[in-house]
């Protein structure tokens, strides 16, 4: 990586790796997502893609946004396929290559989940960068499993019966951490210097990493596309999406440096609308729990 | 041999000049430097410019690289305006001619 990172104006390399030109909406999260993690990995890299937003962001055939190789997988397969290329690239000799996987929600937390698994139990030298758009919303905005407490999408349509989501947030990053990854962690579009970072971490790594990216979806979240950088950083600063570390058996968590509450969270976007008090205080209820839980887990882990 | 699919036609000549509805202005007689919008923007279409020959608040922000919009890519979403500390990109309704 250039020495340059830290010197003032430019707070993260400069050399970009994606094109102008592609077709993913006004405002996208995920496209910030990738633009930090290919800074940060470099032109050593081929990046897995299934089905996900980033699968239609390079436009149609013959086009291509990244500069670095770009793998179409089949939904259920991230896992499988990183697997492939990294067994693929030491039998040519090229250990120094990054094989990265990098899926949306959908293809994580829910239907790649066992190959996702899987590779990181075999435990090759993989990447797995998890952009967290809460939902399925290259589709048009259907619930995931990592969709949040509250949230109407299509597939939870609110209407008169209040039909919105009422199970929690499903977090892989914190499965992976049960399941004993070498590297955990969660970053996110508004602190591209954090992710940048992780990753760097991550790189001295030999062996599985788990990186989760919360990308804010104008689209599918319902705020105006200008607002995705200060979602994303609401998001970390109500405790609604804590940033972590998780190597070498220790958990490090970002405490927020300026706390908003989760009803300042939720008001900025509409697919929170519907909520009323008694469900804003349940969901801050769950997030207190949350941190409590991690900041416990640091304290136990950190071995003082 | 086999032949397999390889797109490698960069999407840069694909256009997203039209999608634009709001269009960023940069009031560099105001604009410090500091590359923010360059950093957040998801189009990637902020570039870096040496040319000494744009306004600056003062001597010392002439010496430094200016950020200037590529309107051929930006589509307008406004995260460079919302993000700017300064204040100095505005926002405004794009006309074409025609209508």
Same mark, same amino acid.
């Given at each position: 990586m250039s020495g340059e990172v830290h010197d003032m104006p430019f707070s993260i390399p400069r050399e970009e790796f994606m094109e102008p030109g592609h077709t993913a909406c006004h405002g996208c999260g995920a496209t910030l997502a990738m633009r930090y993690v290919l800074k940060a990995l470099g032109k050593n890299t081929v990046v897995s893609v299934p089905a996900s937003c980033w699968a239609v962001i390079p436009g149609a055939m013959p086009n291509r946004t990244l500069d670095v190789p770009m793998v179409y997988t089949p939904f259920a397969a991230t896992g499988a396929s990183i697997t492939g290329l990294r067994a693929a690239f030491d039998i040519l000799g090229k250990e120094d290559y990054n094989v990265v996987g990098f899926a949306g929600d959908g293809g994580t937390a829910d239907i790649g989940l066992?190959? +996702? $698994?899987?590779? !990181?139990e075999r435990g090759h030298n993989v990447f797995y960068i998890m952009y967290d758009n809460e939902g399925y919303m290259n589709t048009?905005?259907? %619930?995931?499993?990592s969709t949040p407490y509250g949230a109407e999408t299509t597939t939870t349509p609110v209407r008169a019966e209040k039909n919105f989501k009422h199970q929690q947030?499903?977090?892989?990053?914190? +499965?992976?951490?049960?399941?004993?990854v070498p590297y955990v962690a969660t970053a996110t579009v508004a602190y591209p210097e954090d992710l940048i970072r992780k990753i760097g971490n991550a790189k001295k790594i030999v062996g599985p990493k788990f990186i989760q990216v919360l990308s804010p979806c104008p689209t599918g979240w319902y705020f105006p596309t200008e607002k995705t950088? =200060?979602? $994303? /950083?609401m998001a970390v600063q109500s405790g609604m999406f804590p940033l972590y570390e998780y190597y070498d058996g220790k958990l490090r968590v970002t405490k927020p440096s300026r706390p908003v509450s989760i009803r300042e969270y939720v008001s900025a976007q509409d697919r929170f +609308?519907? &909520? =009323?008090? =008694?469900?804003?205080? %349940? +969901?801050?209820?769950?997030?207190?729990? /949350? !941190?409590?839980? &991690?900041?416990?887990?640091? %304290? =136990?882990?950190s071995g003082a | 041999m086999m032949r397999i699919p390889i797109a490698d036609v960069s999407s840069r000549a694909n256009h997203t000049d039209s999608w634009r509805i709001l269009r960023p202005d940069i009031d560099y007689s105001r604009c410090i430097r500091c590359m923010i919008c360059?950093?957040?923007?998801?189009?990637n279409a902020i570039n870096v410019s040496e040319s000494s020959e744009i306004k600056s608040p003062n001597e010392r922000v002439a010496r430094l690289e200016a950020p200037v919009i590529d309107m051929d890519y930006c589509k307008g979403c406004g995260i460079c305006a919302n993000e700017c500390p300064e204040k100095c990109i505005e926002m405004s309704y794009e006309s074409r001619g025609g209508n």
């Open positions: 066992q190959s +996702l $698994s899987g590779a !990181m048009g905005v259907q %619930r995931s499993g947030k499903k977090v892989v990053a914190d +499965l992976m951490m049960a399941q004993g950088v =200060e979602i $994303s /950083r +609308l519907h &909520l =009323e008090d =008694e469900d804003i205080e %349940r +969901l801050q209820a769950t997030v207190d729990q /949350r !941190m409590k839980t &991690l900041l416990d887990k640091e %304290r =136990e882990t | 360059w950093k957040f923007c998801p189009d």
